[in-house]
């Protein structure tokens, strides 16, 4: 913390928005030990006065300020709230703040950036105006400036604002606005269409915009926490002009605004025409699907110039503008009741086509469109839509359930077609098998036969031969060659025995300590352990050593079972040339390939690592790094412990990591199965684990990995292993989040400390701060977590496991 201290002179620093435009980007700061706040600009286009612009930015240093904001209070007082009183308290409040700050400063230009997100509240409960950075050169209402907090307050606070909008049945930003005004009991709708071209003036001025008209459409959208068939109760309708062969474009449009279910209701469309040109005229009446009613439409100009005022265009009944309109989306519908429009979506449009104009210039004055439209009441409308909706999903629900029992019964047909067919098969495989069994026993009756008959033939010969001098010779010496017979027997299973016993008494893989620790039931006073295991150890799966598996090596090794020899002695003379296994954690090809000098030499793999390989920080396996553990586990080296004995007889069990790229812990903790197989979490990944798809460690994805690399799958090799062979070379991932090429061309010296960038990254790299990806930065994820690196995690580790749920930041600009 303290060498931060010195590098970093700010207590924050706040990064430019990347939806601003160049011109207005800024770099927000507050230096250490300061009681202010620096603002500077990143662009060189700067102009201090209104010349091109209505915006300008105030950039002067400003006081800082501790306390809460005042939206952090708003939140407080909404989430999973039971009453709106609290919320509306502040709401009238704030309004009264703005009022006072209009009344301080006579009409001020830099209201319009009062904002609960901008104001502090002290421990008195007062409110103070912050980062007045926008400077406006219209005179701006206080009806304006909560118009724009009302706008933005749901905009950012989303979900958090669902309980408060189930309470109010507020469903989009336009009723929560609405909301906010009756608390006040303020007029909105005579201002609404100036309150939204202001803030789009300004949006457009300072950000980057996909489109035009998004203030309009934004207020329009339902919340996304709403379910689909929540419904507003305002609605807005939309007027487009088009030329003879011109498109409609939005911004040749505008909108009207108005509450559902207030009878009949005037709409007033006022636009200007730039073009001479008008002769096409297109109605959106609705923003949804419904009934509505039309009872006429009027189209007119007002010729300013000479205060004149001509109608154009008028339909005087829904009947008339039925006929006239090219409907898109829209039905209509006579009957008893009477005459009534139906929307099928969310965009229904009624085109007009106007008639001659007469030479009329247009462009001299502005027009009106006015009609007359009503909408069922809401609670009606959305009731009747909500039983529309509840039918149509009982209706689907039962459409599904019909197709999934006719699926299960045509799966049930299935099996028992192919169980017929197999109990076919079975019935004509017997039926051969007793044709076959019929033929046998008369064949058998047939040998029988003449059997007997060499038997009677063989038993009149022996008669004749027992009466012959040789047999009554043979007779007396039988004994003797019965116990000359047996003394061969016992001469050749004692050399067998001896011989064993030399092979394994000269070998260091028989450790007699081990052996009469783990069988505390050899008798010394009567039995050589040695003698112990090759006549009984053997038979009872003991091993010899702490590194010879005596069951893993005859379950991998049938036929070494099937010939009678001795496993121990079988591994010692022909195994290990044959790059058997003695374990699950000694891998002798892998051994044999890293160490040819072992090979060379003609050394067992296995005593040399016992005796030799360990103390030189040799490698049994892939995953288990000599280096590593006796690194990590001090205690292990100054017991002077071969460090896979000790991870083999306790490091297992106590948790402990074999090497950088297999993390115990972590495989147990996603694999909580593993521990009621009786094997160790290494033993399981390595013989099970792997060809389940399971992960290693949390930077190394099984599936992923495969997935990318299905040849590995293929050939049956621990994937692993395999990238630890061929990774680095290939340049493969071992998962998403780390690029082995990015890594590697950023840190160029990886290449020369024999660790690939993985284990580099695992034990070094995170700790000095390189990055694994582009897109994630270890030096920036420890200064804002500080807690990770005092902990000694792993920044990339950390964020997979905690920090992304957390919401925390991978790199500053994201």
Known sequence: AVRLNEVFENDFVVFPDLDRKPRYRTLTRKPRNQKYIVKRSLSDDKDDNFSDTDIRQDLSNQKYIRGDLLSTLWLKSVVECDSTSEFEALIKKYYNFILQFYQKHHDPNNAIDILPFNIIVDDKGSYTAIDSEWLFAESVSPENVLFRTLLWFPKISGPLLKRLCELKGIGNILEFIE????????????????????????????????GINNIKRMIEEPFQFWSLDKQTHINSAQLFWAGDGQRYFENKSVYAFTPLGRGPQKLLFIFYNPDKNLKRLRLKPMNRPGFFNLFHATLKWMD??????????????????????????????????????LSTSNEPYMDFELPALNGLDLRKGPLFFDVMIEWPAAIEYFSAGKTLARMKALQEKNRTDYLNKIWELKQKISRRQKQIEQQFKQIEQQSKQIES??????????????????????????????????????KKLKKTIILLFRNTVRKIMTFRLDRTYEIIKHSCLFDISYYLRQNPDVDLSCKDPIIHFIKRGVVNNLNPGPLFDTAYYLSKNPDVSASGMNPLEHYIVIGAKEEKNPNPFFNTAY?????????????????????????EGRDPNPLFSTAYYLLKNPDVSSAGMNPLVHFIDTGSVEGRDPGPLFNTAFYVSKNPDVLATGLSPLEHYLTIGADEDRDPNPLFSTAYYLFNNPEVRESGQNPLAHFLKYGTGEKKNPCPLFETAFYVSRNPDVLATGLSPLEHYLTIGSEEGRDPNPLFSSTYYFLKNPEVRESGQNSLVHYIRVGSDEGRDPNPLF
């Open 591 to 615: 051994y044999l390939s890293k160490n040819p000098d072992v090979l060379k030499s003609e050394t067992n793999p296995l005593e040399h690592y016992l005796t030799i390989g360990a103390d």
């Open 304 to 341: 300013i110039k000479n205060d004149e005022e001509q109608i154009l265009f008028r339909l005087d009944d829904a009947d008339q503008i039925a006929e006239s309109a090219n409907m898109e989306d829209v039905l209509f519908q006579k009957n008893i009741y009477g005459n009534v429009f």
């Open 179 to 210: 909301y906010g005004f009756s608390i006040l009991s303020l007029p909105l709708m005579k201002n609404l269409n100036n309150f939204i071209d202001t803030e789009e003036r300004f949006q457009t001025e300072i950000y980057f915009q996909k």
């Open 437 to 474: 069994n019929r033929i046998n026993r008369y064949q058998d009756r047939i040998q029988i036969v003449e059997l007997e008959r060499r038997n009677q033939k063989v038993f009149r010969s022996f008669e004749t031969i027992k009466q012959t001098l040789p047999w009554k010779v043979f």
